[in-house]
DNA sequence: AATACATAATACCTTTTGGTATTATGTCAA
DNA sequence: TTGACATAATACCAAAAGGTATTATGTATT
């Protein structure tokens, strides 16, 4: 439960860095090729596909003088099961709520 | 899809806020109990909350001059729904490897 | 070997972030 | 009403983030 997803979601704080992962999703592409669905410039592409890699949420390969950027989904795990923390939480809550209301009407049919 | 995300994200970024919401999951609290529980001033604190709050992951209440901050799960969704984008993807893949190994097994079979 | 090309590395700039310290405001309690 | 207390607001600082421009390096291609 403690503390390795760092990595990931500082990577995740960047809304250009999702965007990258999502064209990373239809297929591995070079940085010209990422650089190429944004406007900024190929060395700030680079940057974040960087932080990316800290994050272990791409593996990069290098093929000759190019370098493919790969999407590893499983490196989302640690987020997606910080986030289950919450929503296993708040579904308790909606599960100890609706006990409550089923206790009550319990109580209100005794009453009658 | 697209974009809603933006504050969850900035606001899950920061270890100090994650830990904030997983102290508010035990219950609410005021300004003073959150951060009676880490080192750092009361003021950086406060800005930790107002992001949080900005990013709808808590609920402020006023009551008399205390401020009693309360999580909110729900604020987690868009993020757990962008995560889940991705998990889908990763399934399908496992799944279309899952699918060749089989039309390969039974490729082999028709050999025989 | 020479040149073009994809990427890396460096230097530099501006804005945001996370933090402290200090002062102000509003509310409770004697 | 006056003092204590919880929080707000402001000013300020250092470091990190996000970006550009420029130079260097390594790999293909001719």
Redesign the pocket.
Known sequence: MIGAEQGVF?AL??P?RRQILMHLSTGDM????VSNRF??????I????V?LEEGKLIS?H??????INKLEPLGLKSATEWLNYFNRFWDDKLDNLKSAIEDHEDTNKENY
Do not use: P
Request: glycine share 4%; hydrophobic share 35%.
């Open positions: 500082r704080a960047d250009t070079t940085i010209a090729e406007e900024v410039t190929r060395a700030a680079k940057k974040h596909l932080i990069v290098t093929q000759g003088r190019e370098r």
